[in-house]
């Protein structure tokens, strides 16, 4: 069974029951002048894990195992937009830079180019902060008998934790590769990687992606 060199404890996983999650590399949070940006947030602390991200997505690919992308939106009417998630958002579903924000077949909420599914990859729509809430997630993993989760994406305190936390207390083993997560915020950033790894693993294992990488290529 391989291992990573990971936190608290080496990471083990069956190759053949793990999925790659990719959450949220929209273009409405990493491109310079989208929403994030439009927020006074610095794009540069999420874009930095595109290099990563896209060796991990290759090794991943070679080895002919499984990617599942993830985007955070809603449909063009809003109406699976809770209230009170909008109350807070309220420039969701209105006009920015790259179309309407967070909206469904908008430009913005699409994914960035450099990491663009490919065929058969699935893409999971979800209208919350964690990828399990009103979404195909779960029954995707039970399809393919998926038991650990590498989990990358943005950001690290907001949709990665809701869906470590979420995937967590269903039963699967979650590893946060450190490089592959981003915060516009770099103490959330360290400190949500430290809240996954804490007590002993309490949510998962943390690792760096060539240790990753490393392993599915033997
Ligand atoms: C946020 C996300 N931060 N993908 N979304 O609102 O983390």
Same mark, same amino acid.
């Given at each position: 069974?391989?291992t990573?060199?990971?936190?608290?404890?080496?990471?083990?996983?069956?190759?053949?029951?793990?999925?790659?999650?990719?959450?949220?590399?929209?273009?409405?949070? =990493?491109?310079?002048?989208?929403?994030?940006?439009? =927020?006074g947030?610095?794009?540069?602390?999420?874009?930095?894990? &595109?290099?990563?991200?896209?060796?991990?997505?290759?090794?991943?690919?070679?080895?002919?195992?499984? *990617?599942?992308?993830?985007r955070?939106? $809603?449909?063009?009417?809003?109406s699976? !937009?809770?209230?009170?998630?909008?109350?807070?958002?309220?420039?969701?579903? @209105?006009?920015?830079?790259?179309?309407? *924000?967070?909206?469904?077949?908008?430009?913005?909420?699409?994914?960035?180019?450099?990491?663009?599914?490919?065929?058969?990859?699935?893409?999971?729509? @979800?209208?919350?902060?964690?990828?399990?809430?009103?979404?195909?997630?779960?029954?995707?993993?039970?399809?393919?008998?998926?038991?650990? =989760?590498?989990?990358?994406?943005?950001?690290?305190?907001?949709?990665? $934790?809701?869906?470590?936390?979420?995937?967590?207390?269903?039963?699967?083993? !979650?590893?946060v590769?450190?490089? !592959?997560?981003?915060?516009?915020?770099?103490?959330?950033?360290?400190?949500?990687?430290?809240?996954?790894?804490?007590?002993?693993?309490?949510f998962?294992?943390?690792?760096?992606?060539?240790?990753?990488?490393?392993? &599915?290529?033997?």
């Amino acid at each position: 069974m391989p291992t990573v060199d990971a936190s608290p404890v080496p990471f083990n996983f069956a190759l053949d029951r793990t999925a790659l999650l990719v959450i949220d590399m929209q273009r409405d949070f =990493l491109l310079p002048g989208g929403f994030g940006e439009s =927020l006074g947030n610095d794009v540069a602390q999420l874009r930095r894990t &595109i290099g990563p991200l896209t060796s991990l997505m290759a090794a991943w690919r070679a080895a002919g195992l499984p *990617i599942i992308h993830t985007r955070e939106g $809603h449909e063009p009417d809003l109406s699976d !937009c809770p209230p009170a998630k909008l109350a807070r958002g309220p420039m969701i579903g @209105k006009p920015g830079r790259f179309g309407r *924000i967070l909206v469904r077949g908008e430009y913005g909420h699409d994914i960035i180019d450099e990491l663009q599914p490919i065929d058969g990859e699935p893409v999971v729509d @979800k209208p919350g902060k964690g990828a399990f809430y009103a979404t195909e997630l779960p029954e995707l993993l039970d399809k393919d008998g998926i038991e650990s =989760l590498v989990v990358t994406g943005v950001t690290t305190e907001v949709c990665v $934790h809701t869906t470590v936390r979420e995937a967590n207390d269903r039963g699967y083993e !979650c590893l946060v590769l450190a490089d !592959c997560v981003g915060s516009y915020f770099p103490e959330f950033q360290r400190v949500g990687l430290q809240m996954i790894a804490a007590q002993g693993g309490i949510f998962g294992w943390v690792a760096e992606s060539p240790a990753l990488i490393k392993e &599915i290529a033997r």
